[in-house]
Nanobody, 117 residues
Framework: VQLQASGGGLVQAGGSLRLSCAAP????????MAWYRQAPGKQRELVAR???????NYADSVKGRFTISRDNAKNTVYLQMNSLKPEDTAVYYC????????????WGQGTQLTVSS
């Protein structure tokens, strides 16, 4: 299963950027879609998750600044990132995940975000 992530880049602190991740329709509609990130020398961490039910949750570090949303017509999940900070610099990965049968997780390729101070 291929997830297509895009939208990373270089932005100044305080700026905004939007990441996108498209998934196959058959996977998207029954999956929770999430964004993770991994900074150099650190473990990969959950940034935000949008469940197939519509429920969302966020890491404390991004609450109030990032918004995850799903476009079910386009089978795409977005991560709108505002008020970016240098500590947001990381490779961002999207993931399609499901804990109920059939359980699975699929990763997209990473997209680099660099926030300059």
């Amino acid at each position: 299963v291929q997830l297509q992530a895009s939208g990373g880049g270089l932005v100044q602190a305080g700026g905004s950027l939007r990441l996108s991740c498209a998934a196959p329709e058959s996977i998207f509609k029954i999956s929770d879609m999430a964004w993770y990130r991994q900074a150099p020398g650190k473990q990969r961490e959950l940034v935000a998750r949008a469940a197939s039910s519509g429920t969302t949750n966020y890491a404390d570090s991004v609450k109030g600044r990032f918004t995850i949303s799903r476009d079910n017509a386009k089978n795409t999940v977005y991560l709108q990132m505002n008020s970016l900070k240098p500590e947001d610099t990381a490779v961002y990965y999207c993931r399609a995940e499901r804990v109920y049968v059939p359980a699975y997780s699929y990763w997209g390729q990473g997209t680099q975000l660099t926030v300059s101070s």
